[in-house]
């Protein structure tokens, strides 16, 4: 039986899986696919700090979001595990807050930093001339510091709001962390205004940097399929390629879900979204900034002494 032994004011995460076999083998994939997402981050951490080749702003920019990603799947996945294999529902009051301001902080901060990767590329591909001005080591530092801040400030807000919020009788949070939009409608009041202000944090944080890259890439191809050099038109769309392909897998399911009136999601819809940007994109990230980057394989080479075949 589940032991869920709730105290007055602990929620309930009624979780992703049906406690089952069926539930215990999904439950063994996500803790693979955590591991696979801590070795990849941690090595793409590691070889960016100990490579001189990979210190530039560009793979600066991406141990940062490593770093981000190792948070940002910690925050939910150990829980979720904890509670399954123990049948212990519950987190505390307290646990829900500093769960929801670590996930709220690096889901900002990831869309923020993505931003910055975009204008890096921006930059070093229309205007390589100006790169070493427009991308110094104070730029970078800058970006990077900003991300984490305003992603801080931003989810400090939601979080001490959210906690203020008096819940009802019922506090069954119907998903696998203490996500926002799944917490209120627990509320014992009107929540309309604060609705309205995450739509407003969802558009600031997600949605006007997601447009700000798509604007960005779009100049980016129109420069690329004007090169003359096709080496350097094919490095300029693998890189290019790349990232859009971690972006489209971390803005899409997260605009949708945040986006969307309370009125037309589903609590089934939204668990399933969430596993694509909170546990499935940090996994992926290394993977496809490693196998689809030269310098990346090189650098494992040189490190580790793996991939000695591949021509870089």
Request: aromatic share 14%; net charge positive.
């Amino acid at each position: 039986m589940e032991k869920w032994n709730q105290s007055s004011s602990d929620f309930i995460l009624l979780g992703l899986f049906p406690q089952n076999r069926t539930g215990l083998l999904l439950l063994l994939l996500i803790i693979l696919v955590f591991s696979l997402a801590l070795f990849g981050n941690s090595a793409m951490i590691h070889l960016i700090c100990v490579d001189p080749r990979l210190h530039t702003p560009m793979y600066f920019l991406l141990s940062q979001l490593s770093l981000m990603d190792l948070m940002y799947i910690s925050s939910t996945v150990p829980k979720m595990a904890f509670n399954f294999l123990s049948g212990q529902k519950s987190i505390s009051f307290l646990g829900c807050g500093v769960q929801s301001f670590f996930f709220l902080t690096m889901a900002c901060s990831e869309g923020l930093l993505l931003a910055s990767m975009a204008y890096d590329r921006f930059v070093a591909i229309c205007h390589p001339l100006h790169y070493p001005i427009r991308m110094n080591t104070t730029m970078c530092l800058k970006m990077i510091i900003a991300s984490w801040i305003l992603g801080s400030i931003n989810s400090l807000a939601h979080t001490v709001y959210t906690l203020h919020i008096p819940y009802c009788q019922s506090r069954s949070i119907n998903h696998f962390f203490c996500d926002v939009p799944a917490m209120l409608p627990l509320a014992c009041m009107d929540t309309w205004v604060y609705e309205y202000m995450v739509f407003v944090s969802t558009s600031l944080f997600l949605l006007l940097p997601f447009l700000g890259i798509t604007a960005s890439y779009g100049r980016v191809l129109f420069a690329v399929f004007h090169m003359r050099s096709k080496e350097g038109k094919k490095k300029a769309f693998s890189t290019c390629s790349t990232h859009l392909t971690v972006v489209t897998f971390y803005y899409a399911p997260f605009v949708y879900t945040y986006l969307r009136p309370r009125i037309l999601r589903s609590p089934a819809e939204d668990k399933i979204l969430a596993v694509f940007y909170t546990i499935l994109t940090p996994m992926l990230n290394p993977v496809i900034y490693s196998l689809r980057n030269k310098e990346v394989l090189g650098a494992m080479t040189r490190v580790f002494g793996i991939f000695s075949s591949t021509k870089t």
